[in-house]
């Protein structure tokens, strides 16, 4: 599909539903909706079509959407939407043909996110870039080479789930941490950071520096050009920032810290972006 094609991307998070018609890299109309991530697998595939169809017009040629799960990205299944417990198997790419007569790709959120950020965003300009999500959970999406890596099952990128101290990652290195080790919201503890409270900023350093080890594995794994952090807890970053980089300074090849960019993503529409841009040729 040429890249001044009209297409629509949409993002499918565990609480709500965004798609925008998009046309060269712009956005033409958005819309977004809860989705009831409790019902039925019916109910919420069609308040996927809706919000579709409240952007679609006969110019439409393709569609790119974005789940948070794991996606067969050939077959276009969706399996085990942990947020959506009803989604176990959903074929959505032949859904979503079949509503609306045009081609439908796919791919999960982290990657969506690492293809807009390297399209339209941070990533532009780099061979080898992560896009690295911290939320609720912590996922990457990985360009290697310029072209977006999604492992032989879509699998690609899952250093949330990479068994660190007596868990995993993810359950330090995510938003989870402040529920999981001081049972407090990560929320509540960025509101109190913001007026200087030092309890606050020490959960924050302690964050950042399993955030650190987190991105080690990264670092040892790829060796990327720059990472570009999205999700709720990236919007804290000025908080944890210092003790990240303290954290850091002892990975084992210091050459690859001193060249390393880590930079917060600043646009909310990528990750919609980067689901349109599935439509789109192979980045190289």
């Known amino acids: 599909m040429k890249l001044d094609a009209t297409i629509i991307g949409v993002d499918l998070g565990g609480t709500k539903v965004q798609a925008a018609r998009i046309r060269g ?15 039925t697998a019916e109910q919420v595939v069609q308040e996927v079509k809706t919000v579709i169809s409240a952007v ?32 176990k198997e959903v074929h959505l790419k032949s859904i979503l043909e079949k509503a609306f007569g045009v081609p439908v790709f796919m791919n999960n959120d982290a990657n969506c996110f690492a293809l807009g950020e390297y399209r339209f965003g941070k990533g532009q300009g780099t061979q080898n870039f992560v896009g690295l999500i911290i939320g609720t959970g912590m996922a990457a999406g990985i360009v290697v080479n310029e072209q977006l890596y999604n492992g032989r099952h879509g699998g690609a ?3 949330g789930m990479i068994p660190y101290l007596d ?26 950071a913001a007026k200087g409270e030092a309890t606050a900023l020490a959960y924050f350093a302690e964050y950042g520096r399993h955030l650190a080890n987190g991105i080690k ?27 990240l980089w303290e954290e850091l300074s002892t990975f084992a090849y210091q050459p690859i810290i001193d060249d390393l960019q880590i930079e917060v993503s600043e646009d909310l529409m990528i990750p919609v972006l980067g689901a349109a841009s599935l439509c789109y040729p192979p980045l190289a």
């Open 217 to 243: 594995s990264i670092l040892y794994t790829l060796d990327p050009d720059k990472i570009v952090l999205g999700g709720s807890v990236s919007q804290s970053y000025a908080y944890f920032k210092e003790a």
């Open 157 to 159: 990128g899952e250093f």
């Open 167 to 192: 868990q995993y990652v993810e359950y330090y290195a995510s938003g989870q941490f402040f529920e999981n080790i001081h049972q407090v919201s990560g929320l509540t503890v960025a509101k109190e």
């Open 56 to 87: 679609m017009t006969d110019a439409v040629g393709g569609i790119g959407i974005g789940v948070p799960s794991v996606v067969d990205v050939e077959k276009g299944i969706v399996y085990d939407v942990q947020n959506i417990p009803s989604w």
């Open 25 to 39: 890299g712009k956005i033409q109309e958005s819309q977004k909706q809860l989705i009831s991530s409790a019902g």
